[in-house]
């Protein structure tokens, strides 16, 4: 049975700090990473995908693989009350995969 | 560009009915997948069709089934709906291995 695990939360960060969401998965076949952010009621977004172990960096958004460990993460730098959502991490089996979701973690910032 | 479109928004059904949802992907992506949300199981994959092929089904009863049509526009069907059927029904497109992009959902209750 493929899993991605995610802590639930919430996660409560005040504002300007960092927020880190981390995430497992027990596929050692899986490829591609994302994060997709969800709002409540609206659908999900996605942030940031990684295929190499290491960092990715996109503005205040870093993603972190290490595949021997299976873990994956997400790093939101300066956090602001808009970042406040549910974080959705997700993997595929194969480069053309079905996403597998975790149930996603729910980060509230506050000001 | 013209994101992925979902119809209806909404939809309210009684037990034993049938329902099918519809799924228009960006322009240029041949890649439809269908997922189902709910509070207590979170996101998951249903079916992925490619060039009107079925790719790759999920661990859900054969009521659940879908289509896709050589516009890359894409329908599924619930048959004999059942009350635990209630949930979000997002679909998304994608073109390649980077992410996939999701519509706003089809929210449908079943009373």
């Known amino acids: 049975q493929k899993e991605v695990e995610q802590n639930s939360g919430p996660l409560s960060v005040p504002e300007g700090a960092i927020a880190s969401l981390n995430c497992t998965y027990s596929?050692?076949?899986?490829?591609?990473f994302f994060w997709y952010r969800q709002y409540s009621g609206k659908s999900p977004e996605l942030i940031m995908f990684i295929y190499s172990n290491g960092d990715k960096e996109d503005g205040r958004f870093t993603a972190q693989l290490n595949k021997a460990s299976q873990y994956v993460s997400l790093l939101i730098r300066d956090s602001q009350p808009s970042d406040s959502a549910t974080y959705l991490c997700?993997?595929?089996?194969?480069?053309?995969?079905?996403?597998?979701f975790g149930k996603g973690t729910t980060l509230s910032v506050s000001s | 560009k013209a994101g992925v479109t979902q119809t209806p928004r909404y939809l309210i059904k009684t037990r034993g009915q049938q329902v099918t949802l519809s799924c228009s992907p960006i322009s240029g992506h041949r890649s439809v997948s269908w997922y189902q949300q709910t509070p207590g199981q979170g996101l998951q994959f249903l079916f992925e069709?490619?060039?009107?092929?079925?790719?790759n089904k999920g661990n859900f009863p054969g009521r659940f089934s879908g289509r896709q049509f050589s516009n890359s526009r894409s329908e599924m069907n619930v048959s004999t709906l059942e009350l635990g059927d209630s949930a979000l029904y997002l679909c998304?497109?994608?073109?390649?291995?980077?992410?996939?992009?999701f519509g706003s959902g089809t929210r449908l209750t079943v009373v």
């Open positions: 998304a497109s994608r073109v390649g291995p980077d992410g996939y992009t």
């Open positions: 997700a993997v595929t089996h194969g480069e053309m995969g079905a996403l597998i």
């Open positions: 069709y490619f060039s009107e092929t079925q790719r």
């Open positions: 596929d050692r076949g899986s490829q591609s």
